[in-house]
């Protein structure tokens, strides 16, 4: 069965230091990859998405950006953190024929 | 452009009692529809989905949703619900390129 897995799950970071999330999916091959981002009280905002390695698109710009190292792995990035990108940060996977999208457990940001 | 209202912030009700969490869509095409649940710190986890079919759709935790074309809603309902229930519930339409659009999503507290 297929799994994904965030790390870590928390993280407090203070205002200008750089950040690295990531994001793996076992038991499938080349899915398609999402970063949501959910602020307090707010639903989700799509940030990137990526059909295949090396492929991302950006939802909105912003001072984050997204790799896609493997088949599998997906890392959210940021050179130095704003306050504004405090969240919940949540990876998502989908079949490429298919429009379900399964979650992973999220990573909780905190910037300082 | 595809969008979706869920017409209720929050939902309070008591336990065994009936409920009903609304969400509208807009829509020029063909569209797939979702219902996600987020119990507190964690991810989103499928409830049930709309591909094509029965418009009565049954999902896990004794979830059902009706789709009605004509009126444009995806209506999320149970015949009764347990503490266990309280959650954040969103409810998703899909676009052409593949991706999810989400409601802002309807907090569900269950009362004993």
């Known amino acids: 069965s297929q799994t994904i897995h965030q790390w870590p799950a928390t993280l407090v970071q203070p205002v200008g230091s750089p950040l690295s999330l990531e994001c793996t999916v076992e038991g499938t091959s080349n899915p398609n990859l999402y970063w949501y981002r959910q602020a307090a009280g707010r639903g989700l905002q799509l940030l990137f998405y990526s059909v295949g390695i090396g492929q991302i698109s950006s939802e909105v710009p912003q001072n984050l950006s997204a790799s896609r190292p493997q088949d599998r792995q997906f890392i959210l990035s940021s050179k130095k953190l704003l306050l504004s990108d405090s969240g919940f940060y949540l990876c998502a996977w989908s079949v490429s024929s298919s429009y379900e999208q399964y979650f992973g457990p999220g990573t909780r940001l905190t910037v300082t | 452009a595809q969008s979706v209202t869920q017409l209720d912030s929050q939902v309070p009700v008591f336990e065994e009692a009936p409920v009903e969490l609304r969400c509208n869509y807009s829509s020029s095409v063909s569209v797939y529809l979702f219902w996600y649940v987020q119990y507190p710190n964690q991810g989103l986890q499928l409830l049930l989905k709309y591909l094509s079919g029965s418009t009565l759709v049954k999902g896990i935790n004794g979830f059902e949703a009706e789709f009605n074309k004509s009126q444009t809603s995806f209506h999320l309902r149970k015949p009764s619900v347990h503490i266990s229930d309280t959650a954040e519930y969103f409810c998703?339409?899909?676009?052409?390129?593949?991706?999810?659009?989400f409601g802002q999503g309807t907090t569900l507290q269950v009362k004993p």
């Open positions: 998703a339409v899909s676009v052409p390129t593949g991706k999810l659009i």
